[in-house]
Each structure stands twice: as structure tokens, then as C-alpha cells.
């Protein structure tokens, strides 16, 4: 009897041990096979929407008709005070991309790194690092020295913006690699040449 009651709470410890693998293995290798898109606009992009005439209620007295002036009911515009800082086009370093990266520099002073038609293959626990040397290696082990994270990757694929500090010095910065801190791979890079 003793000797049943171990095996079954052996039993119960591979369940365990198997679920947690499981877990770990699904979180680990899951994002391979999903891509995750976002779409984020220029933040310099605006749109204006003119109101169109409201109808005037009937009142007791009568008001001199006035002329109306057509407007449009809505216009599009983008300002033209942003301007490329740096820009490059993502390569290959242990998995698949494309895409440009640039710099932008705002209206307000403010600079953001913008990924455009961007793809890379997806991964786990992947990051968006600044780093001072071009081209990257694709040696994975250890973080790239001096390099300066930026943030959680948004997504895998599409247009999307990071916010550079204003007190970053850029002239230090070469490329920005997408980094799998998990593992420490690099998983692509793009050279940031100065416009």
C-alpha cells in the first residue's frame, strides 16, 4: 500500500514538471509561429475636421438669409516640419527582415525611431536596441557594449515608433539592432547613416 501512495505522488510530480515545461516551451516558442502587426502613424500627421453648417431652427422672427460658404468636410494634412536625422535599411543577422528604420526629428524637438514597412521573424522577448558599432555580428551570448534599449519590440511586422530621449547623444549610435534578450540573439539590424 505504501509502495502505491509513492508512485502515484511520483506520478503527480512528472505532471507538474511536464506542465511547466509546457508552459515554458509554449511562451518560448509560440511568437515563432504568430505574427503580431501594428500600424502607428507619423506622430506629425494631422487631421482637421471642418463642421458642416448646422440647420438653423425656425424662430418667430425672420433672418436676412446669409450666404453660405462652402468648406470641406475634411482635410488631410501632414506637417512638413519633421526631417530625417538618420535612416537605414534592415538586414539579416540570424533571422529574416526588411524595412527601413529612420530617425525623425519633430515639429516640438522631439526625435522618434520609426520602423517602416518593417518584418522581421517573430521570437520571444525581443527589444529595440541603439548600439554604437556598424555592421552588427550576428554573435548571440552577450549584450552588444554601450548599446541603449529602447524599448519592447511592438510588433513583428508594420510601421511603428519608438521615443528617443532627449538627452541621448545619436552621434554614438551606429544601428539599432531587434535584440532576443531571452537568448541574446540579434535577430536583425539597420545602419543609421546620418541624412
Same mark, same amino acid.
Given at each position: 500500500?505504501?509502495?502505491?501512495?509513492?508512485?502515484?505522488?511520483?506520478?503527480?510530480?512528472?505532471?507538474?514538471?511536464?506542465?511547466? $515545461?509546457?508552459?515554458?516551451?509554449?511562451?518560448?516558442? =509560440? /511568437?515563432?509561429?504568430?505574427?503580431?502587426?501594428?500600424?502607428?502613424?507619423?506622430?506629425?500627421?494631422? #487631421?482637421?475636421?471642418?463642421?458642416?453648417?448646422?440647420?438653423? @431652427? %425656425?424662430?418667430?422672427?425672420?433672418?436676412?438669409?446669409?450666404?453660405?460658404?462652402?468648406?470641406?468636410?475634411?482635410?488631410?494634412? &501632414?506637417?512638413? &516640419?519633421?526631417?530625417?536625422?538618420?535612416?537605414? =535599411?534592415?538586414?539579416?543577422?540570424?533571422? $529574416?527582415? &526588411?524595412?527601413?528604420?529612420?530617425?525623425? *526629428?519633430? +515639429?516640438?524637438?522631439?526625435?522618434?525611431?520609426?520602423?517602416?514597412?518593417?518584418?522581421?521573424?517573430?521570437?520571444?522577448?525581443?527589444?529595440?536596441? $541603439?548600439? /554604437?558599432?556598424?555592421? #552588427?555580428?550576428?554573435?548571440?551570448?552577450?549584450?552588444?557594449?554601450? &548599446?541603449? %534599449? $529602447?524599448?519592447?519590440?511592438?510588433?513583428?511586422?508594420?510601421? *511603428? %515608433?519608438? @521615443?528617443?530621449?532627449?538627452?541621448?547623444?545619436?552621434?554614438?549610435?551606429?544601428?539599432?539592432?531587434?535584440?532576443?534578450? +531571452?537568448?541574446?540573439?540579434?535577430?536583425? +539590424?539597420?545602419?543609421?547613416?546620418?541624412?
Amino acid at each position: 500500500m505504501r509502495r502505491n501512495q509513492n508512485t502515484y505522488g511520483q506520478y503527480i510530480w512528472i505532471v507538474i514538471f511536464l506542465g511547466i $515545461l509546457a508552459a515554458v516551451g509554449w511562451w518560448f516558442f =509560440s /511568437p515563432t509561429f504568430i505574427d503580431n502587426q501594428v500600424n502607428e502613424a507619423l506622430p506629425t500627421a494631422v #487631421v482637421v475636421e471642418n463642421p458642416t453648417s448646422a440647420p438653423v @431652427e %425656425n424662430t418667430a422672427t425672420e433672418v436676412a438669409p446669409q450666404p453660405v460658404q462652402e468648406q470641406p468636410t475634411q482635410e488631410t494634412s &501632414s506637417s512638413s &516640419s519633421e526631417q530625417v536625422l538618420a535612416k537605414g =535599411s534592415f538586414y539579416n543577422l540570424v533571422y $529574416l527582415s &526588411s524595412g527601413e528604420a529612420l530617425v525623425y *526629428q519633430l +515639429a516640438d524637438g522631439s526625435r522618434i525611431l520609426r520602423f517602416q514597412n518593417f518584418s522581421v521573424d517573430n521570437g520571444p522577448d525581443l527589444y529595440v536596441y $541603439l548600439v /554604437p558599432i556598424d555592421p #552588427v555580428p550576428s554573435d548571440s551570448g552577450s549584450e552588444i557594449a554601450g &548599446s541603449y %534599449n $529602447l524599448g519592447r519590440l511592438k510588433g513583428n511586422v508594420g510601421d *511603428q %515608433n519608438y @521615443e528617443i530621449p532627449a538627452d541621448l547623444d545619436l552621434s554614438q549610435y551606429k544601428s539599432v539592432v531587434i535584440w532576443c534578450q +531571452a537568448f541574446a540573439v540579434p535577430f536583425s +539590424a539597420a545602419p543609421l547613416t546620418i541624412q
